[in-house]
């Protein structure tokens, strides 16, 4: 397996050989890494049925006694950013506006302090009655996700007639305020890979941030081959057929997307920024900043983690905050230096992206 020496000053970075956990309040791991970006699943039912994430006749949805409640989610966000240090919270799923109580949850969450970053990733069906509430709600961020803009590529890759809502969903979100609406792309070959510039100049023309996700090895029917697979090299060297791409000198930080400075044709002028995520082909596990909660509270250290930690047994338990952040940053201290899904033993984790959250 391959490793990621992160140099952290006294400590050795050989997993297997673990220093003890210093005592630091916040979710620290063995290689230096600290989480400060929590992922939340609020559901993995799901109105579209995307091709890369799941079988057309969907999943065997998570029964709702299993679920955490509520309360539960703003409970452990609340530890999350009170005492571990959290200081974004993503909301995803699954399809997210299906959770019901959404809105609640998230004004509950934006009333924490101190009061964290909040964003939604969401397929965009129902967003165009929602944005308004969702802003209002204390959402900061919004991800959508569109692969075409081909009406009849759209049925194929999400097996559901629905590309006018999304897109209205989207517009919906830019007039809410919710600037800029950062929309997620996954490139299928045969399918929607010719379609790299027409959505970039789409995106550019509506002022949408446009981000392509290299396929990950993380749907339910485990399809995924690496040489099928899109890579972002692939994408870019499309990219560069009509424009020209230089990289954003900005720091990246922890952000998965290596974001590139658009210029259109011979101009010189800058009309954009376009990201790619290249989990695969240049995984960036050296700088992760995320830990995730699962719909039925499950605690992972990453999205292709093999391990779990309970933290709902720990809720319905009676355990108190103290001991939850304790289970939580022992979770994250035991976290692996990388994925390894170009290693020859990788294995795909047992539960798909939509049941981890994406
Ligand atoms: N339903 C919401 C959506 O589609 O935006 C949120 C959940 S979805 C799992 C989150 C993101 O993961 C989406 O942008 C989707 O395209 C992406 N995704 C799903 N399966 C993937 C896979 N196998 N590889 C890469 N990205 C994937
Ligand atoms: Fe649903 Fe999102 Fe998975 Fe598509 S990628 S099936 S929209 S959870």
Redo the contacts with the bound molecule.
Sequence with gaps: MTTTDLGLPGLPTVPGNRPTRPDDPRLIDRFGRVATDLRVSLTDR?NLR?T??MPAEGLDWTPSEQLLSDDEIVRLVSIGVRRLGIREVRF?????LLRKGLESILSRVSGLTPRPEISL???GIGLSRRAGALAAAGVDRL???LDTLRPETFQTITRRDRITDVLDGMAAARSAGLDPVKV?T?LLRGVNDDEAVSLLRYCLDAGYELRF????P??AQHS?QRGEMITAEEILASLREAFTLTPDPTARGGAPAERWLVEDGGSGRVIGVVGVIASVTRPFCGDCDRTRLTGDGQLRSCLFARGETDLRALLRGGSSDDEIADAWRGAMWAKAAGHGIDDPGFLQPDRP??AI??
């Excluded at 995803?92 to 997210?96: A, V, Y």
């Excluded at 996700?213 to 990950?216: G, K």
């Design positions: 799901c995307c890369y994430c995803t799923g699954g399809e997210p990733t969401t397929n991800n959508v996700s997620n996954v996700i290299e396929q990950m993380l749907d995924w992206m939509s959250g994406g």
